[in-house]
Nanobody
Framework: VQLQASGGGLVPPGGSLRLSCEAS????????SGWFRQAPGKEREWVSC????????NYADSVKGRFTISRDNAKRTVLLQMNSLKPEDTAVYLC?????????????WGQGTQVTVSS
């Protein structure tokens, strides 16, 4: 069982990135899936989740209107489109399965992908 996040990088403020989450050993389609992030010296925080059945989504207030979570059903991945990035979005981004509010996760954490927003 493994989760792999990818797509991070260095972008200037106002830039965009698209992250992708892939799973091995199980199907992301079978679970509520979400994104989390952890900045240096801070606790891990929930960012967004997408439901299993109807595709409904949920976002942290800090990213609402800028980030969009979705599923690529053909590739069986979960995506996070991040627009209008701010320096405070800098963090390691990780994906997992769990509850729609991110309070409970079901799988071991993967490695994550670094997002750095800086000019």
């Amino acid at each position: 069982v493994q989760l792999q996040a990818s797509g991070g990088g260095l972008v200037p403020p106002g830039g965009s990135l698209r992250l992708s989450c892939e799973a091995s050993g199980f199907m992301l389609d079978d679970y509520v899936s979400g994104w989390f992030r952890q900045a240096p010296g801070k606790e891990r925080e929930w960012v967004s989740c997408v439901s299993r059945m109807d595709g409904s989504t949920n976002y942290a207030d800090s990213v609402k209107g800028r980030f969009t979570i979705s599923r690529d059903n053909a590739k069986r991945t979960v995506l996070l489109q991040m627009n209008s990035l701010k320096p405070e979005d800098t963090a390691v981004y990780l994906c997992n399965t769990g509850t729609l509010d991110g309070t409970i996760v079901y799988k071991p954490w993967g490695q994550g992908t670094q997002v750095t927003v800086s000019s």
